[in-house]
């Protein structure tokens, strides 16, 4: 039988409140800096290539929505855009490419290929990116235009600004191992 201290409901303190507004606002401060300054990292395979560098062009300009700069080491990026087809030899760099990526971290399919492996269903071609890394957004289209690029970061920045965001992260529980089964 529960005593009576176990069905008293817990009521919050000031300092509490406090600290739960703290960690609110630092949350929504967070959000609106890692939304405006995605640092990108190309994994282009394909056709689709042509389209991905026209986002850098002077009429599309990606820099204002501040996902600019691509960066070509996995370690100083935290936006993964997969362009074009991977096929099944690919798939481990990609997978090897996803796991060096900083935390926290964001994955684009850019056009049909990367999404769905596109027309190209056969043995040797990943049908989706899915199967291997999860995948945050998915840009449609064989090749997809540049607006539907712009739309699918804005559509990560609404994703990224909504998620709960932490100055430290808490480390994980240590793995209990029973003696003797290593």
């Not at 926290?104 to 890394?133: E, H, L, M, R």
């Amino acid at each position: 039988m529960a005593s009576e201290i176990d069905v008293v409901p817990a009521i919050p303190t000031r300092k509490d409140e406090a600290i739960g507004r703290l960690q609110q606002m630092v949350s929504q401060g967070l959000g609106w800096a890692r939304k405006y300054s995605l640092f990108q990292y190309p994994f282009v395979t394909a056709c689709c290539g042509m389209e991905y560098m026209t986002l850098a062009a002077a009429r599309y300009d990606l820099d204002r929505f501040g996902a600019a700069l691509p960066r070509f080491s996995p370690r100083q990026a935290d936006l993964l855009m997969v362009v074009g087809t991977v096929n099944c030899k690919q798939a481990p760099v990609l997978r090897r490419v996803w796991e060096q990526i900083a935390e926290p971290k964001w994955v684009v399919a850019f056009g049909v290929c990367a999404s769905s492996g596109g027309f190209y269903d056969n043995y040797a071609t990943v049908q989706g990116i899915d199967q291997i890394i999860p995948v945050d957004v998915y840009v449609p289209g064989c090749p997809p235009r540049p607006e539907q690029v712009l739309d699918g970061i804005m559509l990560l920045q609404k994703k990224i600004q909504g998620q709960t965001h932490r100055l430290v992260e808490p480390a994980p529980a240590p793995a209990i191992v029973a003696p003797g089964t290593r």
